[in-house]
């Protein structure tokens, strides 16, 4: 244990799968699992699914230990209605808030104390962009919006959308249960966030603070956290190897909400 959680900062912690490059490390993932963890990593057809599953939840389970004196294997977690994960036991004397992403060769973990937070990343290079079916994803004004951009930036503009809009629903923990044209994000200029909601939401915008990264190897990312106090907690990225290794990266909102 040797950080505080804190509602002040969210840290992300970002595994690039690649880059566990030692062998000797998926033994040593694999002892953290639980006995469901492991039945769950079994079920995966592909040996590439089967090794995000692990580095997930090797990630999770070290970085966890990191903020409360819980050995790694002794987390034990459990998914809510919409199966949203969280700490089941032990309880840590700090009120863990946690959220898990994946998207290709990048595991992203968010952490923070007490108010709920979502994360999302997506890699625009491995997945395409679904232009003709915006309808299913989007506001029509978000869609509107996004046509009326030149062809090349459409792609960028669909990810930038996309995770914002599942960390929101991440946030909330209720998944697609939102519909997605009930709240929309608003990009402009270069930095300008916003977000809108219809009434039927329940919701207010002013419940939440976002932003959105840019990460290497052609990653976006968005998180969302519930407002606590008046001044914007501090974001701080670090890109790990669990149990190998660990970098502080320097890294600036590419936007935010105010």
């Known amino acids: 244990m040797d950080l505080a959680a804190d509602s002040r900062r969210i840290d992300l912690w970002c595994t690039y799968i690649s880059g566990v490059r030692d062998a000797s490390l998926w033994p040593r ?24 599953f692990l580095v ?12 409360a004196a819980v050995r790694p294997e002794d987390w034990a977690f459990s998914a809510g209605a919409r199966g949203r994960p969280a700490i089941s036991a032990p309880t840590p004397a700090a009120a863990l808030q946690f959220n898990i992403s994946h998207s290709s060769d990048l595991v992203m973990l968010g952490v923070t104390s007490d108010g709920a937070l979502g994360v999302d990343a997506e890699s625009i290079e491995a997945r ?22 030149p062809a090349t930036a459409r792609r960028r503009r669909f990810f930038e959308l996309w995770t914002l809009k599942e960390s929101y629903i991440k946030a909330r923990g209720l998944g697609l249960a939102i519909a997605l044209d009930t709240f929309r994000f608003e990009l402009t200029g270069e930095r300008g966030l916003t977000l809108h909601m219809r009434p039927e939401l329940a919701d207010s915008p002013r419940r939440w603070r976002l932003w959105q990264l840019d990460l290497r190897c052609g990653y976006v990312a968005a998180v969302c956290a519930a407002r606590i106090g008046e001044d914007a907690p501090r974001l701080t990225l670090r890109e790990i190897v669990p149990l190998e290794r660990e970098d502080v990266v320097d890294i600036a909102p590419s936007r935010s909400t105010d």
């Open 56 to 67: 997930t939840r090797a990630l999770v389970r070290t970085v966890l230990s990191r903020y």
């Open 29 to 52: 993932y694999d002892a953290l699992l639980s006995g469901e963890e492991r039945a769950r990593q079994a079920r995966f057809r592909f040996a590439k699914d089967q090794r995000r």
């Open 128 to 149: 395409e962009a679904d232009i003709q079916g915006l309808g299913r994803y989007f506001a029509p004004q978000e869609s509107a919006a996004l046509l009326a951009l």
